[in-house]
């Protein structure tokens, strides 16, 4: 069982991340793959992966989150009075020297992507997302995305790239027409704990239809420290509860456990490449 987007440098600011690991390798977890949200994330992570490996494979990605674009503090910026254009600059150009010397860990780019709900401006997402989409196809690495009333803006972002290379749309939560849209390209599909909901009556449709006709194209995910599995609010999201989401798919479709872990994990190993 891979957990395909976990932030395990944020998790370890709220939990003991040698227990918490410890205790996702006794739940079945072989790997965990760790996006990166800035350049302290990414080399933290590659810090994590160096020192956990005894325990699990860590998988990293060196990304510029959305989130985070417009926050000097967050931007390793030698002045926090920089302008954000100047500090995304200087940023992106921390994340080219970060692929030119590829650290072992490395096997995705991101995350990035595009996010409606929040106060960064489409034109600078737009531009980092650009940014990373030519970096992943000049490396030939897949893509992490986030998602977030940006579905065509995202797919109009690969023509305007001309984007050749595939990758994942993390918690995906869209429709079965965004869902093959996505599909159509090579792309695959997180699916996390919004499952777990009996709210989401719209993701678990679309999920049902992925699982009929394109289960390997799935991937599991946790996005700890957030997105808690119901009956778990209120404390950090650990990648121990992956197991949540494989039995719920079980509840609902009558899908062994052992099957969805077995399909997923090959995806997984298939998308990013490692062995």
């Known amino acids: 069982m891979i957990d395909s987007h976990c932030h395990l440098d944020l998790l370890a600011s709220k939990v003991d991340l040698h227990t918490s690991l410890e205790s996702a390798k006794a739940a079945g977890l072989t790997r965990i793959m760790a996006p990166s949200i800035n350049p ?8 994590l992966s160096e020192q956990y490996c005894s325990i699990l494979p860590i998988d990293t ?24 254009e100047q500090a995304i600059d200087e940023n992106l150009e921390q994340l080219e020297a970060a692929a030119a010397t590829l ?8 995350e990035t992507g595009i996010d409606g709900h929040i106060n960064v401006p489409l034109t600078l997402q737009k531009k980092v997302l650009h940014a990373h989409l030519k970096l992943a196809d000049t490396k ?15 797919l109009e972002a690969f023509k305007q790239a001309k984007y050749q290379g595939v990758g994942v749309v ?22 996390g704990g919004t499952i777990t909901y009996e709210r989401a009556g719209k993701t678990r449709d679309t999920l049902r239809y992925l699982l009929e006709n394109n289960f390997d194209k799935i991937l599991l995910e946790t996005d700890a420290p957030d997105m808690p599995m119901y009956g778990r609010q209120g404390a950090p999201n650990e990648p121990q509860y992956l197991s949540d989401v494989v039995d719920v798919i079980h509840e609902l ?18 998308l990013f490449k490692t062995a």
Request: charged residues 15%; aromatic residues 10%; without cysteine.
């Open 170 to 191: 993390h918690a995906f939560s869209g429709s079965v027409e965004a869902a093959k849209a996505y599909i159509e390209r090579g792309f695959y599909l997180g699916i």
């Open 140 to 154: 030939a690495l897949p893509v992490i995305l986030h998602h977030r009333k940006s579905h065509h803006l995202l």
């Open 253 to 270: 479709f009558a899908i062994s456990p052992e099957q969805t872990i077995s399909i997923t994990t090959q995806n997984y190993l298939r």
């Open 61 to 84: 990605a060196l990304g510029l989150h959305p989130y985070f674009l417009t926050d000097s503090n967050q931007a390793n910026t030698a002045s926090t009075t920089d302008l954000p």
């Open 103 to 110: 650290h072992p860990s490395v096997k995705a780019v991101g």
């Open 40 to 47: 302290r994330s990414w080399e933290a992570l590659q810090a």
